[in-house]
């Protein structure tokens, strides 16, 4: 077995990737949850992919995802009919001294409910279930209508979108929008605490992604937390629909 280490993905490897997270989805009943999109690492040297091979053949691969310098996400998978050999232990060893060195506290392992194997292993090494997170996608067809009661300011940066409203000058909302080759990812959506209740938050939504459909993006996606009940209520009244349900896992 070979362990290849990168912080950048072929497009060989970008789609040995997709098969092998394809193929698990099937065998395990799930939508397959991956991260392939290193433009998204706010440390970008970081070497984020571990691929283990079988001579040519990808057999298991990981990948690290690190929206600030303080936490990283830890996604992956094994071929069904290689698993319990000990290859997503060995790349997630590999990848841990890296995270050490860059002095990465918080580390989540994602996975998706139906994943057995996976929780079996994460239990084994005594993680625990810290968040749930459901995976929202808009739903074109709803046309989002603003009513144009906010001021909307935004910048790029990379493949990065910041986003902030007013009304009569007082900041109200912001967020980001993660731009990658096929999608756009809504995330860190807040309303000012002060300004909550006066269909802010509504208003801001709207107008962002208003801005994000005239950069014909083929799917726009966000995650709420599976307790923010209010939230997950506003984004479904506008247009968003779960498509999965993702469980965040804290190493020891």
């Not at 053949?57 to 290689?82: A, H, K, M, N, W």
């Not at 232990?89 to 990465?104: D, P, Q, T, V």
């Not at 090494?125 to 009661?149: C, F, G, H, R, V």
Request: glycine share 6%; aromatic share 10%; charged share 25%.
């Amino acid at each position: 077995m070979n362990i290849f280490v990168t912080n950048r993905l072929t497009s060989n490897q970008y789609h040995e990737a997709m098969e092998l997270t394809e193929q698990c989805a099937k065998a395990d009943g799930t939508h397959g949850v991956s991260f392939l999109e290193q433009e998204l690492n706010e440390i970008e040297e970081f070497p984020c992919f571990y691929m283990m091979y079988d001579g040519s053949r990808l057999v298991s691969y990981l990948s690290v995802f690190i929206p600030d310098e303080s936490q990283c996400e830890i996604y992956g998978g094994t071929l069904p009919e290689e698993r319990g050999k000990g290859y997503f232990k060995r790349l997630l060893s590999e990848a841990l001294g890296h995270i050490r060195e860059y002095g990465i506290e918080k580390k989540l392992v994602v996975t998706e409910p139906g994943c057995k194997d996976m929780e079996e292993y994460l239990i084994k090494i005594n993680s625990k279930l810290e968040d749930t997170d459901y995976l929202m996608a808009y739903d074109k067809s709803a046309k989002p209508k603003p009513q144009n009661s906010l001021k909307m300011t935004h910048h790029k940066d990379n493949n990065t979108e910041y986003y902030e409203t007013y009304k009569d000058g007082q900041k109200v909302g912001s967020c980001k929008v993660e731009f990658t080759r096929t999608q756009a990812v809504i995330y860190d959506f807040m309303v000012e605490e002060s300004e909550r209740g006066k269909g802010y938050g509504t208003e801001t939504l709207l107008l962002i992604l208003n801005n994000i459909l005239e950069n014909d993006a083929d799917k726009i996606l966000l995650h709420v937390n599976g307790a923010n009940t209010v939230a997950h209520v506003m984004y479904s009244h506008h247009g968003f629909v779960e498509e999965q349900k993702i469980d965040y896992w804290r190493l020891p």
